[in-house]
Nanobody, 125 residues
Framework: QVQLVESGGGLVQAGGSLRLSCAAS????????MGWFRQAPGKEREFAAT????????YYADSVKGRFTISRDNTKNTVYLQMNSLKSEDTAVYYC??????????????????WGQGTQVTVSS
């Protein structure tokens, strides 16, 4: 069993930055690919970013490319999402997710077996 706990969300002004963290406990963290998803009010959950277990491969949704950076530190069992140049449309609950039995970066939510509780990000204009 794996537990994921997100932190770092909050209220920021448009154009500002925020760094989300996802701390994992339980199974060996380095064996898992990780992803960030988000869900805005009244919208479906959407993919934001993903990273392979080694950190060598990353993929991003077009909506966040050039602004967000996903990274991981397996010695700390932690995944990060650096969010720069934030826009009002980035307002959402952000969820961290982990795979099992698959180490490649993937944007498919069906590939993820464990999910965090989410952290709220609100961007004001």
């Amino acid at each position: 069993q794996v537990q994921l706990v997100e932190s770092g969300g909050g209220l920021v002004q448009a154009g500002g930055s925020l760094r989300l963290s996802c701390a994992a406990s339980g199974r060996t963290f380095s064996s898992n690919a990780m992803g960030w998803f988000r869900q805005a009010p009244g919208k479906e959950r959407e993919f934001a970013a993903t990273i392979s277990w080694s950190g060598a491969t990353t993929y991003y949704a077009d909506s966040v490319k050039g602004r967000f950076t996903i990274s991981r530190d397996n010695t700390k069992n932690t995944v990060y999402l650096q969010m720069n140049s934030l826009k009002s449309e980035d307002t959402a609950v952000y969820y961290c997710a982990a795979t099992t039995g698959w180490s490649s970066a993937t944007a498919s939510p069906r590939s993820y077996d464990y999910w965090g509780q989410g952290t709220q990000v609100t961007v004001s204009s």
